[in-house]
């Protein structure tokens, strides 16, 4: 693994034990790697300089899961907070307007992949320490000498990058 691998692999390791736990929505998680939902919400675009097509159209097929279906709605109703929280420089950590303010953390990860994929990382490292902690995230101290120490002739020292 190298560098650009840690987050991923932390993060699937993340949802696989979700997943066993039953604490992953099957559907969300679909959406969440392929925008693809099981139904979509035709709904106007509403009259604004920050929306632009190609984020209501994702908003909209968010909106075909179940527990996001009034996203749509939420968005036209509470325009300019919703604004506030495309412009901000840290959205993943933004409180949303009701009835979106107490959602889950896989649901929070949807919405932002929708309003601005370029927070995912950011997101995902939230998703990951809630859940795991920090360490998942952090790199460990590496020391050599400690394991060289540990090494012997039959065992391989393995580096993830």
Not at 53 to 69: F, H, K
Request: charged content about 20%.
């Amino acid at each position: 693994l190298f560098e650009r691998h840690k987050l991923l692999f932390s993060f699937i390791l993340c949802v696989k034990i979700l997943q066993g736990e039953n604490m992953i929505d099957a559907l969300q998680y679909r959406f969440l790697l392929s925008g693809i939902s099981p139904h979509r919400v035709d709904a106007p675009l509403p009259d604004s300089t920050w929306l632009k097509e190609n984020v209501w159209s994702d908003l909209c097929d968010m909106a075909g899961l179940e527990q996001l279906r009034k996203f749509p709605e939420c968005v036209t109703t509470y325009l300019d907070i919703w604004q506030g929280i495309f412009d901000s420089s840290d959205p993943h950590t933004a409180i949303f307007p009701p009835p979106f303010n107490n959602v889950s953390p896989l649901e929070r990860l949807c919405i932002l992949r929708c309003l601005r994929r370029d927070k995912m990382d950011l997101a995902i490292q939230d998703f990951i320490t809630q859940f795991l902690g920090d360490r998942f995230i952090q790199p460990p101290p590496f020391d050599l000498k400690a394991c060289y120490n540990d090494s012997v002739t039959t065992t391989p020292l393995i580096f993830i990058l």
